[in-house]
């Protein structure tokens, strides 16, 4: 081991992550198999030693490593990570149904965590999890290397495994730089929803470092949701989180940190150029915070109500069905995009909010940061109406 003996006085966890990001580089399955005996409890390490193994064709002993991270991942909550271990570990030798069966209880008697992916698959049936295991495809990306970019058409949802990336939004007209979003392991991302049409990428996603990705195909899910609709319900709801850079990521804060994806209709009224009437057109919220709001308006809405909208202070209101929840929001349009194909694309704009009186900044805020409860609720009434 003189490469690693080469970097004795870092502390353990450098030479690991040194490891891990073939800063040093081991080849030799003895040198490894030394390494672990120092860190007999790293599931990265283990997971890294069975890639090799199973690269270099010692398929029992890959086998062996892979059982082992998956357990230690488990064992130190990573869900999803486990998970993609024992995938790679039944790709090498087909479970058995009471095996499959012990993992899932296994899942179950860890617990939830608090991120997205531990979240999701910690809720789900045995014929759920499988489900999802079964057509679950790993991507590996280079720093700099980018998932998608904003506009291109939305075709996966993507879990995060390893590695950590950036969705940077669109620059805002004024704005010094534009909005950047950490995304990190157990996140969970994509457009793709509503799964029943054709959607386009919000932002551009990129790996700041060595990333592991799995990701499963819009068409697919779509497969899996109409037999097991809780799937589409939770990932619905978790693939909306968004932690601002530099933030906590301790779930109970992201909460309050974040933009806001709650599904919502929109009303925007403002004056036509053309006969100087107030006009109104319908829309549905993509993103929503305490200063701004992201609009998808309607398809019907005509181009000239859209250019008359741009040079107007538009007012806003938030509904809920037929019930206004928030009325009387000024701002103005600082931004206007179009995604989709003709004849029918879509058009967004991004509204800022003007000063708003105290109530209305109250009502705003308990809209934004509304129980889980209660958000469920909505979900559940959002996908009902999408639905049907």
């Avoid at 998808?296 to 938030?318: R, Y």
């Avoid at 708003?356 to 209660?374: D, R």
Wanted: aromatic residues 6%; charged residues 25%.
């Amino acid at each position: 081991m003189n490469e690693i003996e080469q970097h004795a006085n870092p502390d353990q966890e450098s030479i690991i992550e040194q490891i891990l990001d073939d800063q040093i580089d081991i080849n030799s399955v003895e040198e490894f198999e030394d390494l672990l005996e120092v860190f007999p409890d790293n599931p990265d390490l283990y997971r890294k030693f069975a890639d090799l193994l199973a690269g270099r064709r010692h398929v029992d002993a890959a086998l062996l490593a892979y059982h082992k991270a998956a357990t230690l991942y488990l064992s130190a909550g990573l869900v999803l990570q486990s998970i993609v271990a024992k995938i790679l570990e039944w790709s090498i030798v087909k479970p058995s149904h009471r095996e499959g069966l012990d993992f899932h209880a296994k899942i179950q008697r860890k617990g939830g965590g608090d991120l997205p992916a531990q979240v999701l698959f910690s809720q789900l049936n045995y014929e759920e999890v499988v489900a999802l295991m079964l057509r679950l495809t790993r991507v590996r990306l280079s720093p700099g290397e980018a998932v998608y970019d904003a506009g291109q058409e939305s075709t996966d949802i993507y879990f995060i495994v390893s590695g950590e990336l950036t969705e940077t939004l669109p620059q805002l007209e004024g704005a010094e730089s534009a909005g950047a979003i950490a995304l990190a392991e157990n996140d969970i991302f994509g457009d793709i929803f509503p799964l029943e049409e054709e959607s386009f990428c919000r932002a551009r996603v990129e790996a700041n470092t060595a990333v592991e990705l799995v990701k499963i195909s819009k068409p697919v899910l779509k497969a899996i949701c109409y037999r097991y609709p809780r799937i589409r319900e939770l990932l619905e709801r978790l693939s909306r989180i968004r932690t601002p850079q530099g933030s906590d990521r301790a779930w109970q804060t992201v909460r309050r940190s974040c933009r806001y994806c709650l599904p919502a209709d929109i009303k925007v009224e403002f004056t036509s150029d053309a006969t100087g009437e107030k006009r109104v057109v319908q829309g549905t919220t993509r993103d929503l915070s305490t200063g701004g709001i992201c609009v998808a308006l309607k398809n019907d809405t005509a181009l000239s109500d859209i250019e008359a909208l741009l040079k107007q202070k538009p007012t806003l209101t938030i509904l809920e069905g037929n019930r206004t929840v928030i009325d009387g929001l000024n701002g103005n349009v600082a931004w206007r995009k179009t995604v989709g194909r003709m004849p029918r694309p879509t058009h967004i704009v991004g509204i800022t909010f003007d000063p708003m009186a105290e109530e209305t900044a109250i009502a705003l805020n308990a809209f934004c940061t509304i129980s889980n409860g209660e958000q469920d609720m909505i979900w559940n009434l959002w996908n009902h109406l999408v639905r049907h």
